[in-house]
């Protein structure tokens, strides 16, 4: 089992920045992949973005040029660095770290963008 920590959610205006930032515990060796998702109320947990072992990213198309992920293997750590942000950014945001035996998730951070 992979135990992931988030933290750096908040309350933003509109045009502002924010990092996430995931930590990863446990079983990390067997991770193939991390990313952020974000749920708003009413809709569907949705992809941010994602970055493989072997340093693939992708990007939501909504986010492209906003946002950027990043990792610090030596620190199991993923950042999703967010700029520009939207009142449609507003949502909980949920580290993922996917590996051989399944998917593990964090227990998301609010980030709230006001206009």
């Known amino acids: 089992q992979v135990q992931l920590a988030e933290s750096g959610g908040g309350l933003v205006q509109a045009g502002g920045s924010l990092r996430l930032s995931c930590v990863a515990s446990?079983?990390?060796?067997?991770?193939?992949?991390m990313g952020w998702y974000r749920q708003a109320p009413g809709k569907q947990r949705e992809l941010v973005a994602h970055?493989?072992?072997?340093?693939?990213?992708n990007y939501a198309a909504s986010v492209k040029g906003r946002f950027t992920i990043s990792r610090d293997n030596a620190k199991n750590t993923v950042y999703l660095q967010m700029n520009s942000l939207k009142p449609e950014d507003t949502a909980v945001y949920y580290c993922n770290s996917k590996a051989v035996w399944g998917d593990n998730w964090g227990q998301g951070t609010q980030v709230t963008v006001s206009s």
């Open positions: 446990g079983s990390i060796f067997g991770i193939n992949a």
């Open positions: 970055i493989t072992s072997g340093g693939t990213i």
